[in-house]
C-alpha cells in the first residue's frame, strides 16, 4: 500500500518545552494549548512526534497526553552521553518518562558522541542526528544506526545528499528530514531577516517566484518537496499552535510537477554554512 504524505509527518515539539524558533513570537504554549494540539494533531490522522531530553518538559507534555485520552503516540527522543552513560540507560529513561510503548527510537543528539561507538546491540531502537553531508556520509558506515534525521529543505538537497539518502535508503535505513521551513526563515519577510542570514535573501526570492508561477503558496512548495523525495521516509515539522497545524496538514498534496522539481534542484546555495540554523 502506498504510504500517504501524512503517514511521513512527524510532529516536533521542541516548541512544547521551550520558546523555539526565529520565527516564533508566541513562545512556548500552556500546558493546556500543548495537549490540545497533540490532540488536534492525533485526530488529523499524525502518529509520531519528535522530542529531545533537552527540550525542557516536552517529555512530561507527551506523558500527560496519555492521561488527557490520547492514543499513544510512536516517540523519536534524542539524547546526550552528558546526561546519559550509554544509549541503553537514555532508552530505559524514556521508557520511564514517556511509557515504555511510546517509545519508538532514540538518536544521538550530538553526532560527535556516535563516532565512538563502533558496536552497539542491533535490537536497540538507536539513530543519530547530523547536519552535513559529511555526517551523513560517516553516519551510513555505522552497523547500529536504523533512522538518521537531517535538515532538508528546498534549499537543502544537493546532488550529493540526494546519493547519499538513495544509499541509505539501499540499507533500509530510514530518513527522517527536519528544518523543512529553516525554523520558519521562508515565512519571514525580508526586512526582518537578521543581517547575517541576508546572503541567502536571492534564493529565498527564487523559491517564492516559483511558488507563485506553480500556483502554490510557499508553505505547500516547502512541505511537498520534502515529503516526497525519494528515500525521505518522514518530514519533522514545528508548530506554535493549531492553526499552523491545520495549515501544514492542509497544505499536503499527493506530488509537485516534475518541471517544478527539477528548477528547484538548479538552486545551487554557495553559502552552504548558512542553511545550518546551529551556525545563526
Not at 522530542?51 to 517529555?59: R, V
Not at 535490537?123 to 533512522?147: H, M, T
Not at 515539522?237 to 496538514?249: A, I, M, Y
Amino acid at each position: 500500500m502506498q504510504t500517504r504524505p501524512i503517514d511521513k509527518l512527524v510532529l516536533g515539539t521542541a516548541q512544547l518545552g521551550l520558546k523555539y524558533g526565529i520565527n516564533n513570537s508566541e513562545g512556548k504554549p500552556s500546558i493546556k494549548s500543548s495537549l490540545s494540539l497533540l490532540e488536534a494533531a492525533q485526530r488529523l490522522g499524525i502518529k509520531k512526534l519528535d522530542t529531545s531530553f533537552a527540550y525542557g518538559d516536552a517529555h512530561q507534555v507527551i506523558r500527560a497526553s496519555l492521561n488527557e485520552g490520547c492514543s499513544p503516540f510512536s516517540v523519536i527522543t534524542k539524547f546526550s552521553l552528558k546526561q546519559f552513560r550509554t544509549p541503553n540507560e537514555a532508552y530505559n529513561q524514556a521508557k520511564l518518562d514517556l511509557a515504555p510503548n511510546q517509545v519508538g527510537s532514540i538518536l544521538f543528539h550530538d553526532s560527535n558522541e556516535a563516532w565512538v561507538y563502533n558496536s552497539l546491540p542491533n535490537d536497540l531502537p538507536l539513530g543519530i542526528s547530523i547536519y552535513s553531508e559529511e555526517e551523513l556520509s560517516r553516519a551510513l558506515q555505522l552497523s547500529w544506526v536504523k533512522l538518521i534525521q537531517l535538515p532538508v529543505s528546498l534549499l537543502d538537497f544537493s546532488p550529493e545528499k540526494r546519493k547519499l539518502i538513495s544509499l541509505a535508503s539501499e540499507r533500509k535505513i530510514e530518513i527522517h528530514a527536519r528544518s523543512v521551513f529553516l525554523q520558519g526563515l521562508f515565512f519571514m519577510e525580508e526586512s526582518k531577516i537578521p543581517s547575517h542570514l541576508a546572503p541567502l535573501n536571492k534564493y529565498l526570492k527564487k523559491i517564492k517566484e516559483l511558488a507563485v508561477t506553480y500556483n502554490l503558496t510557499l508553505r505547500e512548495l516547502a512541505l511537498n518537496y520534502v515529503i516526497g523525495l525519494q528515500g525521505i521516509t518522514g518530514l519533522v515539522f514545528g508548530v506554535d499552535n493549531q492553526v499552523q497545524l491545520n495549515e501544514n496538514v492542509d497544505a499536503l498534496r499527493d506530488h509537485l510537477d516534475r518541471r517544478l522539481i527539477n528548477e528547484l534542484h538548479d538552486i545551487n546555495v554557495k553559502e552552504k554554512k548558512l542553511l545550518n540554523p546551529s551556525n545563526w
